[in-house]
């Protein structure tokens, strides 16, 4: 082996898909945690975090957000009528 010469090339094809499932889900849990959290603090409505709110117009971040609000929405609506039962 001469010193200089490459020795080996390594692929950056799987790192690159390695990162885009990691940042697919990362970006999920935030949407969920956004809506965990509005849950919780029995909000009117997710207060979604800039980081997603500034790459919504992105397909996969806007599907997630779109979803999260969903499920909050559809959750939000099963309480009010649990409550209305007990009433």
């Given amino acids: 082996v001469q010193s200089g010469k490459v020795l080996i090339r390594l692929d950056e094809t799987i790192t690159r898909a390695n990162l ?47 979803g999260e609000q969903s499920l909050f929405e559809f959750r939000r609506q099963a309480r009010a009528g649990q409550k209305a039962q007990l009433e």
């Fill in 20 to 66: 885009a499932i990691v940042t697919k889900s990362l970006d999920e849990f935030e949407a969920r945690l956004a809506r965990l959290e509005a849950e919780r603090d029995g909000k009117g409505s997710i207060s979604f975090p800039a980081s997603l709110v500034s790459r919504q117009d992105a397909p996969e971040i806007g599907r997630a957000m779109a």
